[in-house]
């Protein structure tokens, strides 16, 4: 038998970061629209919630424990965002330049990287790749401030909500998030994948589902 080693060289990881943003609003015939770069993403912090356990008792004793759906939902960060988050945010324009805001809010998915490194390759150690589906913002508060002596820039955050999205494999149900390892996933898929996602001299970035991600790793 082995015997557990704790903190090997190589393995003392850890997670930080985030980058290479890209929003796919939800086009006119409900499938993602091209893909636009975030510029000045900040932050996305994940919340899952709910599988809460409801116990059931049975001959004086905890028979079970039942867990309930999960949700998926998080916070956007940004200094900034692209044209393309207005309709997402609720706002319309009717011309370039002018916003209407209190308006419907259109869905919208996302991609982003997180940094994986550990004690020898530091941050360049690899990556994880986050994919987002099934989104909505809801309404958030926006503080402008007077410029002083030390001034920061204004800091955008909007709170979101999913809707999972069906799975066409066995085995899996609908789902809003998925997340590849660029440590331990396959090259080539990966690649692959993300010449889809960030587009090419060829093709338009575009969001391919859960199930046509999981077919290109699992084909």
């Known amino acids: 038998m082995a015997k557990l080693v704790w903190d090997k060289i190589g393995e003392h990881l850890y997670e930080t970061g985030v980058r290479n943003g890209v929003l796919y609003p939800i086009g006119p015939t409900g499938k993602y629209a091209n893909g636009v770069a975030w510029n000045g993403l900040t932050s996305v912090t994940e919340s899952p919630s709910g599988a809460d356990a409801n116990d059931q008792y049975a001959d004086d004793i905890k028979y079970l424990s039942l867990r309930g759906a999960e949700s998926f939902g998080g916070t956007i960060e940004a200094f900034t965002y692209p044209d393309e988050w207005l309709e997402c945010d609720g ?129």
Not at 111 to 133: M, Q, S
Not at 166 to 176: A, I, L, M, N
């Open 91 to 219: 706002s319309k324009s009717p011309v370039k330049g002018v916003s209407v805001g209190q308006q419907n809010r259109k869905a919208f998915g996302l991609a982003y990287k997180t940094v994986l490194g550990n004690d020898v390759d530091y941050n360049e150690h690899g990556y994880k790749l986050h994919l987002i589906y099934g989104a909505t913002s809801s309404p958030s508060d926006r503080q402008y401030q007077t410029i002083n002596e030390s001034p920061d820039p204004t800091t955008f955050s909007w709170e979101f909500s999913t809707t999972p999205v069906s799975v066409d494999v066995e085995g899996y149900k609908p789902t809003s998030c998925i997340t590849i390892d660029s440590t331990t996933a396959d090259e080539a898929k990966l690649k692959a994948l993300e010449d889809t996602l960030f587009g090419t001299d060829e093709k338009e970035p575009s969001l391919p589902s859960p199930t046509e991600v999981l077919t290109m790793f699992t084909a």
